[in-house]
Structure formats: C-alpha cells, structure tokens
C-alpha cells in the first residue's frame, strides 16, 4: 500500500514517507471510488478499500498536519456521475465506522460512555440491525408528498433521481398518516434481491450485454438509468435506516421512529431489533450472520446504532461518521450453493480440469457462478456430487472454492460423480499417466488426442509448425490462431491443403488482413519445402507427452523408416508382444514414454491423422548409428554435473552413436564421463582401470557425429 508496497507501521513512519503515503493514498482511493460509484464496477474487495482508507486515517491521526485539502476522509464516494441534476442533500449523507471483533464493538460501547459522562457498565440500548449491502439514497417529502429523491453522491451532493426512486415499491408516494411533516427526509437502502438479480443478468446475458458483478452494483446501474422505465423493471427494494433534514421527528428514539416509518408505509428491516445491553446486540449479529446465507438479499454486517435521540444528538459527528452508530462486519464470506452439474475444461496441453458449475449465489460481494474442482482425486476427497448443496467461500478474495459437501441437503437419488474416460471436447480417449517411481496414478487425466482435439488445435498446431518440428516459417502463433478461428485449418493435415484449396469459396490468402500476394507466396513456398522432412521431426511435432526431441531422435534412429515405426506403434499396443518389449529395451525409452506413445496411437483418430499425413508429405529415414562411429557398441557412464548439455541429452547422444548408457560403473564400462562433483563413481571407475574422461575430452571423442539430428531438408 506504501509507495514500496510494503506497510511500515504507521509509528515508524518519518513526516516525509507520511506525506508522501497520504499522496498515494489519496489518488488511490480516488480511483477506486470512481470505479466503484461511476462505474459500479470496484476492481478490489471491500476488505482491501477498508483498509487503504483506514491506513489513510491512521496516517491522518498521527500526521494531523499532513492532511491534505483531497484527503479521502474528507469525501464519502465519488462526485456524481455527469447525466443527472445535482441534488444538495440539505444534511450529509453520512459513513460508518467499521468493526471487525467483538472487541472493536465493545470499544465503541466503552467510548460512547465515556463520552456521556456514564458508568462503563451503564445500560444504553442499542438498535442492532442488518447492513444492506446496497446503495443508500435519500427521498425527501414535503406536507407528506414524495418530491426529490436523490443518490448520496459524495456525501454532499448527489444525483437527482426522482423519477427512479418513484418505481421502488417500497417508497411510497405519499406518506400514510394524517398531518404529515412539512419536511421529511427518509433515509435507507436501495437493494436488489437475489432472485431478481439473477433474473436480471440472465436477461442482460441474453440481450448480449455485460452482466453486473454483484447485487449491489447491479442495483446501482438499475437505480441510475436515464429512463425511469427501465429503473422500473428491475423491481428494486429499500429498506429505510434513517432520516435528513426533518421539521419534526416522530419519537425520541430511533427503534420509535423507525417504527412510525412502517406506519407511513416504508419497509424496515424484520431482522432489526431494540437490545437493551451490549450482548443482546451481539447475539443479532450471531443471528444475522448464521442466517445469512438464507436470506433473500446480501448484508454484510450489522450497524448498531445509539437509540436514545438526545445522546445521538451529544455524540455527534466526526469525519464524516456518527459517533453514535457502528458497523459491524462480517468475516471473509462462505455462502451455500448447489452444484448443478460437474463440467470439463480442456486445457491448451489437454488437462481435463473438473468444474462445478454452480446456482449462481454471492460471495463477499462477487457472483460465483463456477469454483474449481481440480482434479478427480479431489472430487472423490471431497465426495463432491452433481445436485449436492455445498459451502463455497473464495480465497483470498479471488478463486472460489468448495469447502465441503452439506450431506443432509444430498438428494437421495445421488450418485457419485464418473469422470469421464474420454475428452469432452473431441471425444478421444483420455489417460492418467502413473508416475514411473511410485507407480501411483498422476493428478491429471489428459486427453491424447492434442492433434484433433479443438480446445488443445491452436497450441498442437503451433507446435507442430515450430524450428525444431515441421520449421514452416512464417506460421506463428498468431498466424495459426487466426487460420483456425477462420476455419482455414482443423489438423496439421490442412496445413497442406491450404495452398491447393486457397480462395475455393473464401477469400485467397494474399487477400487476407495482414498478407499479401508476397507473404503469401512465401509461405506456400515453405510449406511444399517441408513435404519431404525427417522422421524425427514428425515424431516430435506429433506433441505427444514425454516425446522431446532427444526421445523423438532415438526413436526415428532405433527404428530408421517411418513404415517400421508406425507398425511397432502398433504392435505394440499388445503388452505380451515383441514389438513392446523392443520398445522398452531401446536405452532411454522407460516406461512413462512408452506409456504415452502407445495412449497416443491407441487414439484411432491419432492414427488417422498420421495416415493423412503420411500422404501429404515423403518421411525420410533416419540413418542409424555410423559403423565407424567411436562409440559404437562401448558401454557408457556419466556421473557428475554437465556443462554443454544435459545428462539427458548427453545419455540419447551417446546412443545416437551406438553407444550403450549405463547407471553404474563395473568391469563391462568402456568410458565413465566425469563432470564437476563426481563421487565414488569415479573412484571405482579407477579402481577397476575404466577409462574416465572430462566432458571435454567425451566431446572431442563425439568429434562431429553429434549432428545427429535430420535437419529440415
Ligand atoms: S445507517 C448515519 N444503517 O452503509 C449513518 N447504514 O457504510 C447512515 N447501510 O452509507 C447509515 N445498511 O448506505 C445505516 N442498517 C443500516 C445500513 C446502512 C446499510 C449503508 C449505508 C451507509 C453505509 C455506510
């Protein structure tokens, strides 16, 4: 929140870091302001606005001499939004001081008697009543007729919106009783109900405009529209708190005038009651918090207010907050909802990441309509189940969350939810990979089918076009996203279609925003190139997991043609078959890759895919190993740190030349490679007269054999 975005205590804070924090905090919450009143669209929580403007007064308190003439504790809100009359509220419309303990409140109970001269322990009945989470407005009648209705603005001045606060069923037009007040100003909050918000937003959503972030800034937007009419389908509520500028009260208390309110036709909220002691009024906010989530629209405290008149009126003001009044606020909010159903996401890599699509409901202000459910581990943990009522709460303000399952809300129909085995979005079958040490399924289930699956098409293209894949230049990212989005290309198959089908029944590539007859030409032109391309490139641009370019080399070297690669593929798929166990004897291939090649061209559309491609483009075997090759046939070790590579690619390089790796040194070992930090192996190595060398002598060994790879011809 400082300038350094980290908090001195406000104690340590010297005159210039003061003044220059109150500088920032000024701005800062200016602009939240803005986004919050103008735009009804806040881009923090309201913990996170609480406390930038407490961090302010507590700097205000200490540094009285700093405050500035813009300081935020001189403004409640934002100055109106242009478009509507300006109203002068002829009293403010004033802020509350905010409490988050117990002890907070029993602070203020303290304070205020300390202040009218009481014992501490002095009975002063309190009214304790629900916090809307609304936005307040002021509706002024004169000789008992509704005349100015108006928003609180910045506190001073608001906006005129008479005509909308007319279509409130809750405010009446004319006041219910027989020699009205020449002047009343009844005070309270506009809200919207749950039901209507989400009735609100569907019909937003369906009309194709943006739906509102919450009930409050959907009852914000509703109450400030140009035409009152629309204001009048949104059935917007108000729930009367308070008075301004009156010629004469009704009572002397606030629990009798808010009582003669109802009389003259307002609605007060049933939850409010008149406490006696100070328990009393903590056992209303226990109550209106553990009913909370019930409740047909969003509060987010309680405010306790002194009820004698006269002690108000000696308790005062200040900054902007009676001294007499107090709210109470509710801690990080979890809110009961049902999972109406169990979706999929499909990731970019093609992770298959569960989502509870939930009823809509609120959350500390926000509308969680989604929460992530991870993985299927997770789902079966927390016994989560399509129709449940769950708890959901959202950390840290911002991802949602499941916190448990409500098992007395389960229908009895429930049944346990099946992750699906094949891909949601292409239908293609999709694994759980089972890690190689422990032998324990992984977290993800993944779909196989990268190359035909829509939701992975743009990444698996990418990546197939990528330097050290099929290398087409001038195919980007960008370029393929756009080619897909436009139906140009599904597959990598396209890819070599484009130049063939180019302006059949669209526009000719040359034709396109951001190409030309040049661009375009270049980029057939570096298609056709790659028609004729190496084994092991078109084994890595497959983009199957586990399948870098290392693997994808030793396997196009191990099996040399495409047509004898294909056919282990898939032969192999028969566990008890030769072609499996020649797999799983090439040095470097262990069981996750041969797991994850054989899942890959189990997949028929997979297969498919590779049959098309096969017929677009020639692939050109891969030599193996050179007989003369220094390596050939020697049995290998490395041990230590590499420099140039890693102890991978140094293990699939020294079997690209014929060379053997092995993980331990014994009498059979032709070379131990040591780099920096070698241990007993090296000992051993000299121990039973190994040859060690240095990673630089093993690379002069290489000599220039280790261009291994087939480059794109
Ligand atoms: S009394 C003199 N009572 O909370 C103070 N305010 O954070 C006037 N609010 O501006 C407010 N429910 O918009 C009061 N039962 C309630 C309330 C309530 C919601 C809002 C009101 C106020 C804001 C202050």
Redo the contacts with the bound molecule.
Sequence with gaps: MTAGGVDTPVERLTPVQAARELSCLAVTIAEHDRHYYQEDAPRVSDAEYDALRRRNAAIERRFPELVRPDSPSHRIGAPPAPGFAKVRHARP????DNAFTVDDVREFAARVARFLGLAEDAEIALVA????????ASVRYEYGYLVVGAT?GDGEEGENVTANLRTVIDIPHELRLGDPPAVFEV?G?VYLSHADFAALNAAQEAEGKPAYANPRNAASGSLRQLDARITASRRLHF?A??WGEVSDLPGASYWKVLSALRDWGFAT?PLGSRCVTLDEALAVYRRVEAERAGLAYDVDGV?Y?IDRLDWQERLGIVSR??RW?L?HKFPAEKALTVVERIALQVGRTGTLTPVAVLTPITVGGVVVARATLHNEDEIVRKDVREGDTVIVQRAGDVIPQIVAVVRDKRPANSRPFVFPTHCPECGSIAVREHDPKTGEPEAARRCTAGLVCPAQAVERLRHFASRDAFDIEGLGEKQIAAFWRDGLIEGPVDLFMLEARDGAGRPALAEREGWGPTSAGKLFRAIRARRRIGLDRVIYALGIRHIGQTTARLLARSYGTAEAFFAAMAAAQDHASADYAELLAIGGIGETVAEALLAFFAEPRNAAVVAALREQVDILPVAPPRAGSPLAGRTVVFTGTLAAMTRSEAKSRAEALGAKVAGSVSAKTDYLIAGPGAGTKAERARALGVKVLTEEEWLALLGPAVAVSSAAP
């Design positions: 419309m004033l802020s509350l009543e629900p916090k809307i989470d609304g936005l307040s609180r005070r909050e729930f708190h308070g909220n405010v207010k907050a009676p009044a709210a």
